[in-house]
């Protein structure tokens, strides 16, 4: 899927930016990857400080272009994803991945042709405990997303829409 320019889409949408179908995630993440532009249909994880629920979900079928938008409640403690579970969603053939947390191995991430967008990098694994849930309603930075929703990223910002957008 081709990706829409991030800025044409908030100048021309600006009645759905104001009432809330169009929401603009705060410039809080770093780009990582070799896609800088990405979009996709939205699948929601919700994780703390743990990925084995993420690598089910990337093990379990085709990625479909969409996007992967992971939760990790912001903690900067540990990464959640990292360069194998990057190359298994760019073989699997998701857009990308938007983690509100930590990822690491960053050689390996920026090797592939995916987008990856997180709030840092951390060396230190995750924990193996299951504390997770996938097709849930997560919040990040104050914006509410929703799984099924769309997700355009580029070099101006993310933008997460709950219908699909034209471009």
Known sequence: MGSLATAEACDSNAALLASGEIRVLPPIFRIYGRRRAFSGQIVTLKVFENNVLVRELLESGDGGGRVLVMDGGGSLRCAVFGGRLCQLAESKGWAGV????????LDEINGCDIGVRAVASNPVKPGKKVIAEKHVQICIAGTVIRDGEWLYADSDGVLVSSARLSG
């Open 98 to 105: 938007v983690v509100n947390g930590c990822v690491r191995d």
